[in-house]
């Protein structure tokens, strides 16, 4: 997982020295934020003069899912005190959220172990600033590093994640759900609203699918 974040930091980091972003900026970024879509966006609507609230917003859409993971985690995180969940969820990214989740789900105390949980943070942390800066200090030399095709590790590292959390066709039924609504809104609507579409739609799916099924078992 943490060598899969090296290309696709690097193509950040390229990105954002083609805006015109030194290094030490891409780190501030990555660093602050940790949320490799929004960081993409910010970075594509990079303009001077800036377009904060622009920026703002699409940021906020694209991690709007976030809310969903946070709820979703926090089942797990019930004996663990708020500041310190807090500061948990700050390094919780995609990646994080579904390593942690897997592991916890495994425990028989089915918590999550906060040892695991900044180990895998903090490891993917700070690869992801290091990486991206290589990439807006290397990125005047070598050009546009997606034509190398170093983005396709956004994709395996989902596959991997995906694979991880695979138990079976019936349960993964809410992901397909949200696959087909994502990517139906990603080609009729512009902007990042497929990312809260397909968020929205698996969990409706998935709460509306388990309704039913224990109607099912009443009858």
């Known amino acids: 997982m943490m060598f899969g ?4 930091g690097l193509v950040l980091g390229a990105q954002a020295s083609q805006k015109g ?7 501030l970024l990555t660093g602050l ?3 490799g879509g929004s960081e993409f966006a910010a970075v594509n609507l990079w303009t001077h003069p800036l377009a904060i609230g622009v920026i703002v917003a699409v940021s906020m859409l694209i991690n709007s899912r976030h809310i969903i993971m946070g709820a979703a985690l926090s089942l797990y995180m019930k ?5 310190k969940s807090l500061g948990l969820l700050f390094f919780m990214t995609d990646e994080v959220w579904a390593m942690n989740l897997a592991d916890a789900q495994k425990r028989s105390e089915k918590t999550i172990s906060i040892p695991y949980y900044m180990g895998t943070a ?4 700070v690869m992801w600033i290091s990486s991206s800066m290589i990439g807006a200090y290397i990125g005047p030399f070598v050009g546009d590093l997606e034509k190398y095709g170093f983005d396709m590790s956004f ?6 994640m995906l694979k991880g959390m695979w138990k079976s066709f019936k349960l993964a039924h809410p992901w397909f759900v949200s696959l087909l609504v994502a990517g139906l809104v990603y080609h009729t609507i512009d902007g990042a609203w497929y990312v809260l579409a397909g968020a929205l739609s698996g969990i409706l799916s998935a709460y509306f699918w388990h309704r039913g099924e224990n109607k099912g078992e009443t009858l």
Not at 21 to 27: L, N
Not at 122 to 125: C, G, Q, T
């Open 155 to 160: 994709t395996a590292i989902f596959l991997v």
């Open 33 to 35: 934020n940790f949320a």
């Open 122 to 125: 903090l490891s993917l942390y």
């Open 21 to 27: 972003m030194p290094f030490y900026e891409i780190g």
């Open 79 to 83: 004996n663990i005190g708020r500041l």
């Open 5 to 8: 974040f090296i290309p696709l």
